[in-house]
């Protein structure tokens, strides 16, 4: 399968654990990025190959693999964190990028 | 510093062309491939090819075969974007993106508006 699985909606009050999922076959041999997405601006990078944090996002970010699933974890949420997040990786002959539908999350 | 920064909004009328473009710099330009994603109103992000500047090579999703050119002009740091045949379903905003010394750089996108 070339489908990476993403939930599509995920809550979670400010101070809490937010948890987002990846899953695929795809992944036995790819790493994930991480994308967020605020509102009407351009997706920005938060975490590449499954658990490397570029400079500048904030420590709270980061990224773990069991498997074939990726999470993406943002500890001690902050309402600034409300955003659009998708996955990304290649396909399985690293031709092309595959994305997740996305998950919303909303910090209560 | 690293950047990629595209054209402005375009409007168009189905059955037209548009072509998007997409400056870099702060790095070798011919060194990283471009991917271009779009992503329709209130939808996920789509990817629909890269293109590599060094030799030109491309790799277009097999929704856009045959509707999609992408070039660049390495004289300029400048990757385009093609899109012909245009139809309502095409409107959508365009991001041209590149992973660059490890990671996914976005240019801003570019709203591109198809209607009659």
């Known amino acids: 399968s070339s489908e990476l699985t993403q939930p599509p909606s995920v809550s979670v009050s400010p101070g809490q654990t937010a948890r987002i999922t990846c899953s695929g076959d795809a992944l036995a041999k790819q790493y994930v990025n991480w994308h967020q997405q605020k509102p009407g601006q351009a997706p920005a990078l938060v975490i590449y190959?499954?658990?490397e944090r570029p400079s500048g996002i904030p420590e709270r970010f980061s990224g773990s693999r069991s498997g074939t699933t990726v999470t993406l974890t943002i500890s001690g949420v902050q309402a600034e964190d409300a955003a659009d997040y998708y996955c990304?990786?290649?396909?399985?002959?690293?031709?092309?990028?595959?994305f997740g539908g996305g998950t919303k999350l909303t910090v209560l | 510093q690293v950047q990629l920064v595209q054209s402005g909004a375009e409007v168009k009328k189905p059955g037209a062309s548009v072509k998007v473009s997409c400056r870099a710099s702060?790095?070798?330009?011919?060194?990283?491939?471009i991917n271009w994603v779009r992503q329709a109103p209130g939808q996920g992000l789509e990817w629909m090819g890269w293109?590599?500047?060094?030799?030109?090579?491309?790799m277009y999703d097999q929704k856009f075969q045959g509707r999609v050119t992408m070039t660049t002009d390495t004289s300029t740091s400048t990757a385009y974007m093609e899109l012909r045949s245009l139809r309502s379903d095409d409107t959508a905003m365009y991001f041209c993106a590149g992973q660059i010394f490890g990671v996914i750089l976005w240019g801003q996108g570019t709203l591109v508006t198809v209607s009659s």
């Open positions: 293109i590599n500047p060094y030799n030109g090579n491309t």
């Open positions: 702060g790095y070798t330009f011919t060194s990283y491939p």
């Open positions: 190959k499954d658990t």
């Open positions: 990304q990786s290649g396909d399985s002959s690293v031709t092309s990028w595959l």
